[in-house]
């Protein structure tokens, strides 16, 4: 493809992603396909000889399309929402075309300046404290983008490990490295999102899961107990993974409690996982929501959930980016220039050298939509959620299972586990909705999430009225 056709292409594809998304609504919004449709589909090799653009294209309408699960239909209210907006498809796709690996500062210094720029004016617009922005004078933090929360969370525990290996070995020089491992403990509650269990694994570290309380909040008194626990048995405590709105149904977790009980223990990192809610904190009456952030280490939030930034967006901000860096520098030859000790160079601030040029998307949305206009996004969510919240509230039949603060309703038939997983999979299956279960507290309940940019009260209405009919009919069926 030469640049000629490559402009008619390029136009043609976006012609096809804007039909594509105005159009969203008349398709499935899950596909019903079998695992393995697309291989019976597709030739079993690779062409050996180019083939034809139209026909490339026909085969994504006719073998792609049917297999997709649209996360932008209107109808799509599982998870949380994977961000989207056109300002950001065109960031990556400058980003794409641009095509350049910052992975230090002189391997491309606009791709390492923009990040360090436009991670300080969304972590001012969030509200946190002074310590976090890379360029305030006498700050010590700063922020990155990863790829998903995950590695947010592995890259924090990294550094918590290395600080309290480090702190460890001063005080037991004779000690084998593998042994004052096995003595760290990390800790989260039951309702921490999988991803802090999976860095426990990859970094070889104890993690003690905790009991929240009824709201599905960790509380302080609940880690300073447990923590004086395993120190008691010889076990060190080095790093806390809180939530602030958590997967299953978007609780907080005390921050101010837990970062008041953690001043008995100073060595202790104390990570912030605010992967969806963190993004709502631009609007100053969710403000009191990062409550206690002052007690961080780190916090993460992902502008590709909540904050119309396509995936992958996700932001990080450390309180040191030293203790952050110190566990993941390796320096070769190779990628040293003559800026190292004057500028950031990010390869030391996450898992892998190359980078793509993702603060690019994140720019175009924060210039396009202002911040007020991302505040009357999040705000328009939350209206949403509080609409169907009061249909379930009207009808006896259900209960609500969560506090309702941002876009998540949490809620069930009053009856059995089973009742509720035969309404969640009747409606799955019918293709008109899309909703996901979760386990809180230790009972089934289903999530509805306001998930589409351009919801209406409408579609809220819609998705809430085939509810209401699936139901019905179940409850029919159990009285014969
Ligand atoms: N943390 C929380 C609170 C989440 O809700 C999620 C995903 O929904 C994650 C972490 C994992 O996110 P990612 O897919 O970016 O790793």
Excluded at 30 to 37: A, D, L, M, W
Excluded at 317 to 332: E, F, H, K, N
Excluded at 346 to 372: A, C, D, E, Q, T
Excluded at 420 to 434: A, F, P, Q, Y
Aim: glycine share 6%; with cysteine.
């Amino acid at each position: 493809m030469d640049s000629t056709e490559f402009r008619k292409r390029g136009m043609e594809m976006v012609e096809y992603i804007c039909n594509y998304l105005e159009t969203l609504g008349e398709r499935r919004v899950t596909p019903s396909v079998e695992p393995g449709y697309l291989r019976h589909l597709l030739p079993s090799e690779a062409p050996h000889e180019p083939e034809d653009w139209d026909q490339i294209m026909n085969d994504v309408e006719d073998k792609i399309m049917p297999g997709v699960t649209h996360w932008q239909h209107p109808r799509f209210h599982a998870y949380f929402p994977a961000g989207n907006s056109f300002p950001s498809i065109l960031g990556d796709m400058l980003g794409d075309g641009i095509g350049c690996i910052g992975f230090s500062w002189a391997a491309s210094p606009a791709c390492t300046e923009l990040e360090t720029i436009v991670l300080d004016w969304l972590g001012k617009a969030i509200g946190l404290p002074d310590h976090f922005l890379a360029l305030k004078e006498g700050s010590t933090g700063g922020g990155v983008i990863q790829t998903s929360a995950s590695e947010c969370v592995l890259v924090t525990m990294l550094a918590a490990r290395a600080q309290a290996l480090k702190r460890l070995k001063a005080q037991h020089p004779f000690v084998e490295e593998g042994h004052l491992l096995s003595k760290l403990m990390a800790y989260c509650s039951k309702e921490a999102h999988s991803c802090v269990e999976k860095a426990a694994m990859i970094c070889f570290v104890k993690l003690r899961i905790l009991e929240p309380d009824e709201n599905a909040s960790l509380r302080g008194q609940t880690i300073g107990e447990a923590m004086e626990e395993d120190e008691l048995q010889g076990l060190v405590p080095f790093f806390v993974s809180t939530t602030l709105g958590t997967t299953g149904s978007c609780a907080f977790d005390n921050l101010p409690e837990i970062g008041n009980e953690l001043k008995k223990f100073p060595c202790v990192w104390l990570h912030v996982d605010a992967a969806y809610a963190g993004n709502s904190f631009i609007c100053p009456e969710l403000k009191p929501l990062l409550k206690g952030i002052e007690y961080a280490d780190s916090f993460n939030t992902n502008p590709n959930k909540w904050l119309l930034t396509n995936f992958d967006c996700s932001t990080l901000w450390v309180r040191d980016r030293i203790r952050l860096t110190s566990a993941l520098v390796v320096d070769p030859l190779y990628l040293k220039h003559g800026y190292s000790d004057a500028a950031i160079d990010y390869r030391h601030w996450g898992v892998p050298l190359s980078r793509r040029f993702r603060s690019l998307k994140l720019w175009f949305v924060l210039r396009s939509y202002g911040i007020s206009g991302l505040q009357h996004y999040i705000r328009h969510h939350i209206k949403l959620a509080k609409r169907f919240e009061e249909l379930v509230l009207k009808d006896k039949r259900f209960e609500i299972c969560n506090q309702v603060k941002l876009g998540l309703v949490c809620f069930r038939l009053k009856g059995s586990d089973k009742l509720n997983e035969k309404l969640l999979s009747t409606i799955n299956e019918s293709g008109k909705l899309h909703m996901v279960p979760a386990s809180v507290n230790d009972r089934y309940i289903i999530r509805f999430c306001a998930v589409a940019q351009n919801a209406t009260a409408e579609d809220i209405d819609y998705a809430w009225d085939i509810i209401v009919d699936v139901a019905n009919e179940l409850l029919e069926k159990e009285q014969h």
